[in-house]
């Protein structure tokens, strides 16, 4: 899905109704499907739903377990993040933690948690992508969700690069 060119337009602009997000004062980008999804505009199983975050299946698993948490609110990806955004991303990592908790996955050690590295997103709107069983993803998701490669950061990689970001 190509990037969105406009800045975003809050829902409920042009006489549109208002969406939960744009009532709390939230970003939101109309032709986002991230933002579509985690504001209810799109028909999927939700696995969490909350004020800021949302979490549901990826549309293409690469493990057995594959969830995406998104943020509600329109953030790009992860080169935008700054040193601010840090608790953002753990947030991110405990609701996917939860959700796979509560499907069934209790070995947190066998589990892939990153972003996709821009260039390398296919929509641009942050996403942590949750697999488990680490150990039964295939070849191609390997490969895709290889760690320490130019297209994918692991949480904990992130978190260094953003750590290592001077103050705002």
Known sequence: MAAPTEAPVPAGAEGEAESPAAA????????????????????????????????FRDIRPGAPHHYLVVPRKHVANCKSLRKEHISTVEKMVNIGENVLQQNGIDDLTDVRLG??????????H?????????????FISRMVYRTNSYWFITVDQLVKRLTSLPDN
Do not use: R, Y
């Open 24 to 55: 709390a004062g939230a970003e939101f980008d109309k032709k986002c499907i991230f933002c579509k999804i985690g504001n209810k505009e799109e028909s999927v199983d939700l696995l969490h739903w909350d004020e800021q975050f949302a979490c």
């Open 115 to 124: 972003f996709h590295w821009p260039p390398f997103c296919t929509i641009n």
């Open 126 to 138: 942050l996403h942590l992508h949750v697999l488990a069983p680490a150990s039964q993803m295939g």
